[in-house]
Nanobody, 122 residues
């Protein structure tokens, strides 16, 4: 099992940027596809984006396309989420997730992080 720990959340103004990090341990990191989900207060958890184990394939949810970028540094066992042009509707707890491939990350991740709060003010 892989353990995931998110960091980098905080409060930013609309239009600003923020970078989240997810540190992984416990298993060979580059054997896992990784992704990000978010859950706003009173809402269901939703998929944000994912990256393949090699870093060569991506998937983004429509609301974040063109604004968010997922990347990974396997040497550091870390996945990043660069969030640009942030909007108030991006406010949520952001969770890191892992799976054996992109499809699995999107639909049924095998591991989850504890989440980090991102708040975007108007």
């Amino acid at each position: 099992q892989v353990q995931l720990v998110e960091s980098g959340g905080g409060l930013v103004q609309a239009g600003g940027s923020l970078r989240l990090s997810c540190a992984a341990s416990g298993r060979t990191f580059n054997n896992y596809a990784m992704g990000w989900f978010r859950q706003a207060a009173g809402a269901e958890r939703e998929f944000v984006c994912a990256i393949s184990w090699s870093g060569g394939a991506y998937s983004y949810a429509d609301p974040v396309k063109g604004r968010f970028i997922i990347s990974r540094d396997n040497a550091k066992n870390t996945v990043y989420l660069q969030m640009n042009s942030l909007k108030p509707e991006d406010t949520a707890v952001y969770y890191c997730a892992a799976g054996v491939n992109l499809a699995t990350v999107v639909s049924a991740p095998s591991s989850w992080g504890q989440g980090t709060q991102v708040t975007v003010s108007s």
